[in-house]
């Protein structure tokens, strides 16, 4: 079993940077694979980066950077150039290692609670 508590969201302003952390706890999550997602009001949940083949969705690419910390066992994304458009709950979910989609949220077995992120203006 796995628990996943995200932390590092906020309010920023447009062009702004925050960095989101993922702390696992009960078991170390090095085996996992674990990806962040984030849903806007009224939106599907969306992929946004994913360790396994680097995955990024075409949105975030080149502004979001996802890694692994192993000393912390946390997983962190770097969030730069923020847009008004990347609002929303980031959740953090991991995974036992399969081929399946990456992307899709079907597929990972743990979240996280969310932390919001609001980008003004």
């Known amino acids: 079993q796995v628990q996943l508590v995200e932390s590092g969201g906020g309010l920023v302003q447009a062009g702004d940077s925050l960095r989101l952390s993922c702390a696992a706890s009960?078991?170390?999550?090095?085996?996992?694979?674990v990806a962040w997602f984030r849903q806007a009001p009224g939106k599907e949940r969306e992929c946004v980066a994913a360790l396994t083949n680097a995955y990024y969705a075409e949105a975030v690419k080149g502004r979001f950077t996802i890694s692994r910390d192993y000393a912390k066992n946390t997983v962190d994304l770097q969030m730069n150039s923020l847009k008004p458009e990347d609002t929303a709950v980031y959740y953090c979910?991991?995974?036992?290692?399969?081929?399946?989609?990456?992307?899709?949220?079907?597929?990972?077995?743990?979240w996280g609670q969310g932390t919001q992120v609001t980008v003004s203006s």
């Open positions: 979910a991991a995974r036992a290692p399969t081929g399946a989609s990456v992307s899709d949220p079907k597929n990972y077995a743990y």
């Open positions: 009960g078991r170390t999550f090095t085996r996992y694979g």
